[in-house]
T-cell receptor, first 111, second 114 residues
Framework: NAGVTQTPKFQVLKTGQSMTLQCAQD?????MSWYRQDPGMGLRLIHY???????DQGEVPNGYNVSRSTTEDFPLRLLSAAPSQTSVYFC??????????FGPGTRLTVT | TQLLEQSPQFLSIQEGENLTVYCNSS?????LQWYRQEPGEGPVLLVT?????EVKKLKRLTFQFGDARKDSSLHITAAQPGDTGLYLC??????????????FGAGTQVVVTP
């Protein structure tokens, strides 16, 4: 049972490039979310989904897109990377908000 | 966005000492969670509290939820080096625009030295 998996673990992008961070879960949980973690700021919610076909914005959604075509997958797309998007990105899944399981994170650097 | 504050930001203690970490807000939580995060890993859930005045214990860790559901504390008894980590509180606020969203505090870095 892998729980929540994220790929890649590390990524370096140039300003203006696009990419997709992958997130998959094998727990059949309806709720999935994406956070970014910056030093001294805790985790900030980017987008979340309460089930397949349903997504909504979190606290810091600008510059990011998401889709949820299946229960298992919740990819995060950076349309045109900016240095301000340098961060560690975490995906989480859970049956509602009461119990969230986090992936190992993707460390992204935008130069 | 409601404000969720953690204190202290950093705590360094010797093995065997006790410590308390606090999480406060001016708004009411519908539920609150505590996580521990180690370097290079994602946060791991320790406990969820939902009822005002609730106390939960997890071995040497004691979690309290304030009566008004605006604050919480995490107390560690006889800390061990394995307790070292970043402790995060996260809450869902009791407002319609906060439904479905978990807000995190900035975290308390705890270092326990042998």
């Amino acid at each position: 049972n892998a729980g929540v998996t994220q790929t890649p673990k590390f990524q370096v992008l140039k300003t203006g490039q696009s990419m997709t961070l992958q997130c998959a879960q094998d727990m059949n949980h309806e709720y999935m979310s994406w956070y970014r973690q910056d030093p001294g700021m805790g985790l900030r919610l980017i987008h979340y989904s309460v089930g397949a076909g349903i997504t909504d914005q979190g606290e810091v959604p600008n510059g990011y897109n998401v889709s949820r075509s299946t229960t298992e997958d919740f990819p995060l797309r950076l349309l045109s990377a900016a240095p301000s998007q340098t961060s560690v990105y975490f995906c989480a899944a859970g049956e509602g908000l009461y119990e969230q399981y986090f992936g190992p994170g993707t460390r992204l650097t935008v130069t | 966005t409601q404000l969720l504050e953690q204190s202290p930001q950093f705590l360094s203690i010797q093995e065997g000492e006790n410590l308390t970490v606090y999480c406060n807000s001016s708004s009411v939580f519908s539920s609150l969670q505590w996580y521990r995060q180690e370097p290079g890993e994602g946060p791991v859930l320790l406990v969820t509290v939902v009822t005002g005045g609730e106390v939960k214990k997890l071995k040497r860790l004691t979690f309290q939820f304030g009566d008004a559901r605006k604050d919480s504390s995490l107390h560690i008894t006889a800390a061990q080096p394995g307790d070292t980590g970043l402790y995060l509180c996260a809450g869902e606020f009791l407002t319609t625009d906060s439904w479905g969203k978990l807000q995190f505090g900035a975290g308390t870095q705890v270092v326990v030295t042998p």
